[in-house]
């Protein structure tokens, strides 16, 4: 084989290496069967530490705002009043309406009254630790604590 052969045979070489390299790492489109919990990852380490690693870990799903508030009336918890749009949008900010990605979180375990700060209703002791924690900016939206979760939840 002469030296241009090996050049050009280097070089194709090297264009199909870059395209299926390409291929393989660019966006995704389809439904995942780990989506749900995948996007729900980061907020992990914050609903560990609400339940200072008390318990295991039963559930992980994402949750929308509606779902949320019907979780909190169902479990005899007033739902959180969203944000004024003022404070939200500060002085250089755009108000964005509606509800950022959001995940349920839940906890089996022994979770006695006032065991868990800023749960709601706070003196009701219970098995579950139920956390809606935002995802994109992390921070939890509410804590429910609960002995019998909702039949909807199939813990």
Same mark, same amino acid.
Do not use: E
């Given at each position: 084989?002469?030296?241009?052969?090996?050049?050009?045979?280097?070089?194709?070489?090297?264009?199909?290496?870059?395209?299926?390299?390409?291929?393989?790492?660019?966006?995704?489109?389809?439904?995942?069967? /780990?989506? *749900?919990?995948?996007?729900?990852?980061?907020?992990?380490?914050?609903?560990? *530490?609400?339940?200072?690693? %008390?318990?295991?870990? /039963?559930?992980?799903?994402?949750?929308?705002?509606?779902?949320?508030?019907?979780?909190?009336?169902?479990?005899?918890?007033?739902?959180?009043?969203?944000?004024?749009?003022?404070?939200?949008?500060?002085?250089?900010?755009?108000?964005?309406?509606?509800?950022?990605?959001?995940?349920?979180?839940?906890?089996?375990? *022994?979770?006695?009254?006032?065991?868990?700060?800023?749960?709601?209703?706070?003196?009701?002791?219970?098995?579950?630790?139920?956390?809606?924690?935002?995802?994109?900016?992390?921070?939890?939206?509410?804590? =429910?604590? /609960?002995? %019998?979760?909702?039949?909807? =939840?199939? =813990?």
């Amino acid at each position: 084989m002469t030296a241009s052969r090996w050049r050009r045979a280097a070089v194709a070489g090297f264009v199909v290496v870059c395209t299926l390299t390409a291929a393989c790492s660019g966006p995704r489109s389809g439904a995942s069967a /780990t989506s *749900n919990v995948s996007s729900c990852a980061a907020v992990l380490p914050l609903a560990r *530490n609400v339940v200072h690693d %008390q318990g295991i870990l /039963t559930v992980v799903r994402r949750i929308s705002r509606d779902d949320a508030d019907a979780l909190s009336r169902k479990l005899g918890a007033a739902p959180p009043a969203p944000p004024s749009s003022a404070a939200r949008s500060g002085p250089h900010r755009p108000v964005r309406p509606g509800w950022p990605k959001a995940c349920l979180v839940v906890y089996r375990g *022994n979770y006695p009254a006032g065991a868990i700060s800023k749960a709601s209703p706070p003196a009701v002791a219970g098995h579950y630790a139920l956390i809606v924690l935002r995802v994109r900016h992390p921070a939890v939206d509410r804590i =429910l604590v /609960t002995d %019998q979760p909702p039949s909807d =939840l199939h =813990l």
